[in-house]
């Protein structure tokens, strides 16, 4: 999209769809989307590079195909697949079918997915044959076996089982559009475009979004890397929660540049990738930036790397940046929102401001995106644009329940933190009470505790702390092949039947 003007507006008017529209239009023979180019090797087909003409066509013929198979207006749609080209087709021709999309975490099996997709009423699936050696069709089917809701399976790749609808011949059309015309109240910004999953005391807890609160959350990202207009994107970071759309989807969208995926992490193809991509800005996980580093990536001065933070108590411990590239910490509270951050030059990350969260790097007259104070309990407080207000509403069908509403009132994170009263900054000291994080995935101690007393009685599960995801589960059992047959029966979660496997044994896609 055109910067300056669109910037201001990009927060209060403009859907998904439109950002997309505006990029477009502006440049069609451009490259949009590039595979990651090792992509054969964890799942079906070869690698794409799709100009923006032609991922308008695939979106307009996935949204059209929804519509073909009777799925109403903000129908919710359920989307698990890698970090490929189809993840962000997928999720953004829901939006322009009129739909609502919800992406899951690629870890989530069985049990996840049912437990989610039941809060929210979802009536088809998006799906692949395999990611690696997981055939995440046939835990689709397994999830809508439970789910009466469930209605449709879609699926990419090859070999997929009986009952799913293929979506590969969406590449294609010639021409496609969506036939069926939907209208909403008030202004369509304002509506319902997302459904992410946060893990809270009571379980999985759907978090919705407007397009107004998702493009803050891109803004917050986008405008602290100071991206100019054409500038391509690299990132690691999958689109199945609200940091992941904020830091791949939204800044692509809003600088109109390509966007390079990269699944997983494979060094060879992250450093073709890396090599071939000029100057950009390059999105990781926190953890990856420093190992990346020391291999001899992440040295060029014009590229700016973006580093994801999703355990924030762990940003004052962060070590000097030496690298040229310019680095911009964003820091990750869950579903709720973000704070994007550029190194100053001590190299040093900075503390969360208290109150406005400002940038020296914000166009004049950019919108306020997010608050924070502290609680007099002691946890970390947010409010703003991308703040989530609601909850979702348990009858997803009826598009004129599903507006977002202001609020003035701030949303506690759960994360503990303290105020340094010398620079009136806040500092993150411990994640929310009871809550373990694993390599971006939250658990609730106490529910994973009573999950694995139910499968045996005589197993335990502690988390024990680990450099690079923060924490991990470690357990002890007498029978271990027969608990972790039980786990897998249950579908549940692979790095919870990871604790009891071997150490370097991993089972997880």
Request: with cysteine; glycine share 10%.
């Amino acid at each position: 999209m055109i910067l300056g003007e669109g910037i201001r507006t990009a927060g209060t008017a403009a859907t998904l769809d439109d950002l997309f529209r505006r990029a477009g239009v502006r440049n069609p023979d451009a490259i949009a989307l590039a595979d990651p180019p090792n992509r054969e090797a964890f799942t079906d087909g070869a690698p794409r590079i799709l100009s923006f003409a032609e991922t308008d066509r695939a979106i307009s013929a996935f949204a059209a195909r929804l519509c073909q198979l009777g799925l109403q207006t903000d129908t919710v749609i359920a989307i698990q697949l890698p970090n490929t080209v189809e993840s962000i087709i997928a999720f953004l021709g829901v939006l322009r079918a009129g739909m609502i999309a919800a992406p899951v975490p690629l870890l989530w099996r069985r049990q996840d997915m049912a437990a989610a997709l039941s809060h929210v009423g979802a009536r088809a699936i998006v799906t692949c044959s395999r990611i690696g050696a997981v055939a995440h069709a046939e835990i689709a089917r397994q999830t809508a076996v439970e789910l009466f809701s469930i209605r449709h399976i879609c699926g990419f790749g090859q070999k997929l089982p009986d009952g799913i609808v293929p979506l590969d011949d969406i590449f294609g059309f010639a021409g496609a559009d969506v036939s069926r015309a939907y209208t909403r109240p008030g202004v369509a910004a304002a509506h319902v475009a997302a459904v992410t999953f946060g893990h809270g005391t009571k379980g999985i807890l759907p978090v919705p979004r407007s397009h107004v609160e998702l493009v803050a959350g891109g803004l917050e990202t986008f405008l602290e890397t100071g991206a100019a207009l054409d500038t391509p994107l690299l990132s690691t970071i999958p689109i199945s929660s609200f940091a992941g759309i904020a830091l791949t989807a939204l800044p692509w969208l809003l600088s109109g540049g390509a966007l390079h995926l990269h699944h997983g992490f494979d060094p060879d193809s992250f450093a073709a990738q890396y090599s071939a991509l000029g100057d950009g800005t390059v999105m990781l996980p926190a953890a990856a930036i420093a190992p990346i580093a020391e291999a001899g990536l992440l040295t060029n001065a014009k590229q700016t790397v973006v580093a994801l933070w999703r355990t924030p108590e762990r940003l004052t411990a962060a070590k000097q940046w030496e690298s040229p590239s310019p680095l911009v910490d964003v820091v990750s509270f869950g579903e709720i929102g973000v704070i994007a951050s550029r190194r100053g030059e001590n190299r040093l990350p900075s503390a969360i401001p208290y109150g406005v969260v400002g940038s020296s790097r914000r166009a004049a007259g950019a919108p306020t995106v997010i608050e924070a104070t502290r609680r007099e309990a002691g946890t970390l407080l947010l409010r703003g644009r991308m703040v989530p207000t609601q909850s979702f509403p348990p009858v997803a069908e009826r598009g004129h329940e599903l507006r977002s509403r202001e609020s003035a009132d701030y949303v506690d994170s759960g994360f503990a933190c303290r105020i340094d009263r010398p620079t009136r900054t806040l500092i993150v000291t411990a994640p929310p009470s009871g809550m373990t994080t694993v390599g971006g995935y939250r658990f609730h101690l106490n529910e994973i505790e009573e999950l694995i007393a139910q499968t045996d009685p005589d197993a335990t599960i502690v988390p024990l702390p680990d450099a690079d995801l923060g924490q991990r589960f470690a357990g002890s059992v007498t029978n271990r092949v027969e608990l972790l047959s039980k786990l897998r029966a249950r579908g549940v979660n692979p790095l919870i039947s990871e604790a009891f496997q071997p150490r370097g044994a991993s089972e997880a896609a």
